[in-house]
């Protein structure tokens, strides 16, 4: 049988006449179908918000693609039981790695940066899947508004004290290092000003569905302020954000409405392989080298809103990061800014 092999700096990938081509990969596509073929043994990955669903998927099929994977969970438990699992099917060959981190929390994140440096791995790749959605109302460890601190802000924290480290694998190796930002359709529903940096700790106009909007709005707008920072550096390392799909997962589990929303819709749902294809093709495929700033659904390059592709308002949530992750005096001042106005409205 002849095979093709198509050689990348993200490995072989090997096209059997009866594959699929990467045009033809699709929602129905799986992770291990747009993966197949592919030898990653060379690369270190990240993946946050591993212990289930599509990032379970995903570590899992980095790990039989060869890839060393370390997984950054707030339930190390949890985490150690995905580890065992990838290792009893993947083998001796597998390499992963547990590292506490709760994603919410700015400490959190900074232990876990110095826990992995003490490795001395390599990083070429970064997923940033952990997620929560439409929970009410509340405040992180740092008094960040919740679903902003978790699904953004904190990867947001994570990619910039990563970032030398793959900055300096890139160079050292020659291979193109990758982040990848998880998303949602859901950035399309969020509040009337995108994100509403001056209002983001206020209760009052709270929407815990445009908040879950703004946050995975936000987290394309880091994607491509980003990918526009690294191309200006000429770094050899590419950002691009991605919907998943709809996949029934515990992202529900704050909202009765919403899991009951779910189970009924269950047949019209993608599977947790196939909610996993997209990040996975984006993450290791050799047909996206040098793409970057991309917004992908489907395994496709997809379409936005207008606020999603403005450089401005990123350009402004890149300042407005900086100075919340930066400042713990700011932190504080938001917690004692809200009990201000729990106290007055009590």
């Known amino acids: 049988m002849h095979i093709l092999v198509y050689q990348s700096q993200w490995g072989a990938f090997e096209a059997l006449p009866s594959q699929k081509r990467k045009t033809g990969f699709g929602s129905s596509s799986t992770a291990e179908e747009v993966t197949e073929g592919l ?60 590292i506490e981190l709760d994603i919410s929390s700015f400490q959190s994140v900074r232990k876990f940066v110095l826990s992995f440096k003490s490795k001395s791995l390599p990083l070429n790749l970064l997923i940033n899947n952990a997620g929560i959605m439409g929970c009410p109302f509340s405040l992180s460890a740092d008094g960040i508004e919740l679903q902003f601190a978790t699904n953004y802000l904190g990867h947001f924290l994570l990619t910039n004290l990563l970032l030398e480290k793959m900055k300096s694998t890139a160079a050292e190796s020659g291979i193109e290092g990758r982040i990848v930002n998880v998303s949602s359709m859901f950035h399309k529903y969020t509040y009337d000003t995108g994100i509403r940096m001056h209002k983001i700790n206020e209760e009052s106009g709270y929407s815990s569905y445009k908040a879950y909007g703004q946050s995975k709005l936000a987290m394309i707008l880091h994607s491509n302020e980003l990918a526009r920072r690294l191309t200006q550096e000429n770094a050899n390392i590419t950002v691009n954000s991605l919907h998943p799909g709809a996949v029934p997962t515990n992202l529900s589990r704050h909202s009765n409405i919403l899991a009951f929303a779910t189970s009924l819709a269950s047949v019209f749902l993608k599977s947790i392989p196939q909610g996993a294809a997209t990040q996975c093709f ?51 001042t938001f917690r004692e800014r809200n009990e201000s106005l729990a106290n007055s409205n009590s």
């Open 39 to 98: 030898n990653e043994s060379h690369i270190t990955a990240i993946v946050t918000g591993a212990t289930s669903g599509v990032g379970r998927e995903t570590a899992r099929i980095l790990a039989l693609r060869g890839a060393q994977v370390v997984i950054g969970a707030r339930n190390v438990e949890a985490a150690n039981q995905v580890k065992e699992a990838i290792l009893q099917e993947a083998g001796a060959r597998a390499r992963v790695h547990v």
């Open 282 to 332: 984006v993450a290791l495929h050799p047909s996206l080298n040098k793409v970057s700033g991309k917004y992908f659904s489907d395994c496709k390059e997809a379409k936005t809103t207008g606020f999603a592709k403005d450089p401005d308002l990123a350009e402004r949530l890149w300042q407005f990061s900086i100075h919340l992750t930066a400042s713990k005096r700011l932190s504080k």
